[in-house]
C-alpha cells in the first residue's frame, strides 16, 4: 500500500488515486465535499449510457411484455432524487470504508492478474448477489417488513424506465439493496490479497448497469444475465428473489421464466415515427 501511494505523481488538483487510497478517516472537508460528485457523476454517465440502450428499443430489439404503466407521483420522484444524490454516495462512502480495510483487496496496479480481476469480480458479484437473494426473501416473507421496506418499488408490475425505476424504491430498500449487492457485503468472506481493486470498481458500477437494464422492457440475455429476470419478480413477486443473475434462484427453487404472451418487437418504422412512446405511456 505504502508503495502505491509513494509510486503516485502529485498534480496541481490533487492526485484523484492519493485520494482514493488515504483513509476515509484523515479526509479533509475538501475530500467529503467532493467524494459524493465524484460518486454522482459516474453513475449518472451510466444511467444515461441505459436510457440510451432503452431509447434503441424503439428501433427493433426484441421487447418484453408490457403492461399498465401507473404515472410518477411526487412521492415517486422524491424517492428517486433522494436515492440518487444522497443514498447512493452514502452508500459509496461505506464501500469505500469497507474496502479501505477489506484484507481481501490488491491495491498495486503492477499486481493485477487473471485471477485477481477477472475471476475475483466474478465471485465477487455472485456472492453479493446472494447476499441480496438472502435479505430480499426475508422482506418478502415478513409483512411489516414488506409494508414499510419494499411495497413502494413493487408499484410498478411491469418496470420500463430502467435506473428511474431501479431507484424508485423506500430510501431503507434503495439503501439495503445497494449495500447488500455491492462488493462490500462479501468482501471479508474472502482470504487475503485475493481481489484486484479494479475488480471491485467494475462490480460496483456493474451492479448499477444491470440493476437499470433489469427495470426496462429490453429482452436482453448475456450469458449468465438476462433481464427478463428481475422482469419475472416484478410480474410474479414471489420468485428471481435475486438481483442480477439467476444462479441463486436456481439453485434454491424459486426461479421462474417471465411468461412472453404479448411480447412485442417494435418495427423500425413505427419507431421512427414514435409509436413506441405512445404505446407505453
Ligand atoms: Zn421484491
Ligand atoms: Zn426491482
Not at 254 to 279: H, I, N, R, S, V
Request: contains cysteine; aromatic residues 14%; charged residues 15%.
Amino acid at each position: 500500500m505504502d508503495t502505491a501511494i509513494n509510486g503516485t505523481v502529485a498534480t496541481g488538483f490533487g492526485n484523484p488515486y492519493e485520494f482514493v487510497v488515504t483513509p476515509v478517516a484523515d479526509w479533509s472537508m475538501y475530500q467529503m465535499a467532493l467524494f459524493p460528485v465524484l460518486f454522482i457523476i459516474p453513475t449518472e454517465i451510466l444511467a444515461l449510457i441505459c436510457d440510451l440502450i432503452l431509447w434503441a428499443c424503439g428501433v427493433g430489439l426484441p421487447l418484453l411484455p408490457r403492461g399498465k404503466y401507473p404515472p410518477l407521483e411526487f412521492k415517486d420522484w422524491s424517492y428517486v432524487w433522494f436515492n440518487r444524490l444522497c443514498v447512493l454516495p452514502f452508500i459509496s462512502f461505506l464501500i469505500v470504508k469497507a474496502v479501505w480495510s477489506a484484507r481481501c483487496v490488491v491495491w498495486d496496479m503492477d499486481a493485477m492478474t487473471f485471477s485477481n480481476t477477472v475471476i475475483a469480480f466474478v465471485v465477487v458479484f455472485s456472492l453479493s448477489d446472494l447476499t441480496y437473494y438472502i435479505g430480499h426473501r426475508i422482506v418478502h416473507k415478513v409483512g411489516p417488513l414488506y409494508n414499510f421496506v419494499h411495497k413502494h418499488h413493487h408499484k410498478e408490475s411491469h418496470p420500463r424506465r430502467g435506473w428511474v425505476d431501479t431507484c424508485n424504491a423506500h430510501p431503507t430498500d434503495f439503501f439495503y439493496t445497494g449495500f447488500c449487492t455491492s462488493p462490500c457485503s462479501c468482501l471479508w468472506l474472502l482470504p487475503t490479497g485475493t481481489v484486484h481493486i479494479v475488480a471491485v470498481a467494475v462490480a460496483m458500477h456493474a451492479v448499477m448497469f444491470v440493476g437499470a437494464l433489469g427495470h426496462s422492457r429490453i429482452d436482453l440475455n448475456v450469458g449468465v444475465f438476462n433481464s427478463r429476470f428481475h422482469a419475472g419478480h416484478h410480474s410474479m413477486t414471489f420468485c428471481n428473489y435475486a438481483q442480477n443473475i439467476e444462479l441463486w434462484d436456481r439453485l434454491f427453487g424459486t426461479y421462474k421464466d417471465l411468461p412472453m404472451k404479448g411480447a412485442k418487437k417494435m418495427p423500425l418504422a413505427d419507431a421512427f415515427k414514435g409509436k413506441y412512446a405512445d404505446k407505453v405511456e
